[in-house]
């Protein structure tokens, strides 16, 4: 701040001084010093004072008050510690009392609202008035009696929430929905397709535009169904199956060819220039169509003839027989072991054993559902028997209950004290093996675990838990063996 900055003009009898506002104050036309005694000097309508020992509210000059005390009201003066100012006024201060306006209220039993003043806890706004909210509603500035005690707002009216709900500001029952022109409808013996009711015939009819079709038999393209035997859905028009649906437009094969999407370039039809073309070799402009029997597009996405066109894989060249290219980087020998391409990721996967789910190898033949072999738990202690011999010793002489299981490590923890476990194969088999002389059970497997027999310690059959098809395996056997 410059000296300018600083420095104003006191008018004493017409006579103006220039002064700087650091060291002097000027009250009433008189100039004074800023500081006296350490202490500062303030003006108050045209009133010198001393801020450590006096105050000045609203123009209204008050001596001898502690300032670490007192404060001002308005134009009053109240003390801290015995006082509360609420706007203007000052009021006895009361822990429980708080400032509403001019006045105070007992928080414990009211609220205050900016513009109605002091309420009850009961009481609520609507609109410009007050309403008991135990006996009224308010709904979108409306005042609505009270009927239940578990009814809601829905737009300008009430309801009641454990038999309706409220869906675009209209009222519904519970499980209904709503069709324009029509109002509420059940959903599990109609449809509302755009605005028009049809009574469902089945699961598999639903809605197609503002038709029902079976889905069954036919599917929706745009609001028009089509047998997908032979038509297919072309960019929201039907077409026939044996056409050719490119960029959203069926395409004329003897003029025009298709220029699939990649990376860097969409889905794009272009004109042949020659009528022997039958690919597209994409690029930013477009493409460019070639004859796919002597020549090919590299991944330059330049068109060469076949004699000279080298596979490459990013920036390395594989043989197609034997490798495979799986996002720019080979895998030697991969084509030869059958493997195949899990992306988007750069890694290979044998479909027989694994699947692929978005670029994640993993062991199973579905991404919802991991491969699972049961096994003889160890709970059961290796005791096992076969089909042959539960038939033969166990069928007739008691009546278990039984159960599928998918996950045996779930029902076993079912087995408690005094019960043990037993498993259940489809047959026996024996090995030739020189071990067998020193340990038998080398020479003994058992294949196809069927189920779990749990038993008690006497030996009695109280529950089996079976695999898949297991029960009808189990019958079948021991009918015909029996």
């Known amino acids: 701040m410059n000296n300018q900055d600083k420095t104003r003009f006191c008018d004493d009898r017409h006579i103006n001084k220039l002064f700087s506002s650091n060291n002097h104050v000027c009250c009433g036309g008189i100039l004074h010093p800023r500081n006296v005694n350490g202490s500062v000097q303030e003006c108050c309508n045209n009133e010198i004072y001393n801020k450590r020992l006096d105050l000045c509210c609203n123009g209204v000059h008050h001596s001898s008050y502690n300032i670490d005390q007192h404060g001002c009201c308005g134009s009053k003066v109240y003390n801290f510690t015995d006082e509360m100012c609420c706007g203007s006024q000052i009021h006895r201060l009361n822990s429980t009392r708080l400032c509403c306006g001019n006045e105070t209220f007992d928080a414990r039993l009211q609220w205050c609202s900016s513009d109605l003043g002091t309420m009850a806890m009961h009481e609520n706004k609507c609109g410009e008035m007050k309403y008991d909210i135990r006996k009224n509603m308010c709904c979108n500035k409306k ?12 737009g300008s009216s009430a309801f009641n929430h454990s038999s309706h709900y409220c869906l675009r500001e209209k009222i519904l029952r519970k499980g209904f929905l709503w069709c324009q022109h029509h109002g509420e409808y059940n959903p599990i013996i109609h449809d509302c397709c755009e605005g028009k009711l049809f009574r469902r015939n089945g699961s598999a009819w639903r809605c197609c535009g503002s038709k029902m079709i079976n889905y069954d038999e036919y599917n929706c393209c745009a609001g028009n169904r089509y047998n997908n035997r032979n038509e297919q859905c072309c960019g929201g028009n039907v077409a026939k199956l044996e056409d050719t649906c490119c960029a959203g437009e069926t395409i004329d094969p003897k003029t025009q060819v298709c220029c699939q999407k990649t990376l860097f370039t969409n889905e794009v039809v272009i004109q042949k220039e020659k009528p022997y073309h039958n690919k597209c070799c994409p690029s930013i402009n477009g493409g460019k169509s070639y004859d796919s029997v002597n020549y090919a597009c590299s991944w330059e996405n330049r068109i060469v003839s076949r004699k000279n066109k080298r596979n490459i894989c990013g920036r390395k060249i594989y043989n197609p027989g034997n490798d495979l290219c799986c996002n720019s980087k080979v895998f030697k020998n991969a084509a030869r072991r059958n493997m195949a391409c899990c992306l988007p990721s750069a890694s290979v ?47 007739g002489k008691f009546n278990q209950t039984s159960r599928q299981f998918r996950n045996i490590r779930k029902p076993m923890r079912s ?13 026996r088999t024996r090995t030739a093996n020189s071990s067998c002389r020193f340990k038998e059970s080398r020479c003994v497997s058992y294949k196809g675990l069927i189920g779990i027999l749990v038993t008690r310690k006497s030996g009695k059959y109280i529950l089996m838990y079976y695999r898949k098809k297991g029960r009808r395996l189990i019958n079948d056997f021991c009918d015909s063996t029996l």
């Open 415 to 427: 087995i408690g004290r005094g019960r043990s476990c037993q498993c259940l194969y489809r047959k």
């Open 349 to 395: 996967y044998n479909p027989r054993t694994h699947v692929c789910c978005f670029g994640v190898r993993r062991k199973g033949y579905s991404c919802t559902k991991t491969l699972y072999r049961p096994r003889c738990p160890r709970k059961c202690g290796n005791k096992k028997t076969t089909l042959k011999n539960y038939c033969k010793s166990s069928r």
């Open 143 to 154: 005042l609505i009696p009270r009927k239940q005690n578990d009814a809601r707002c829905c």
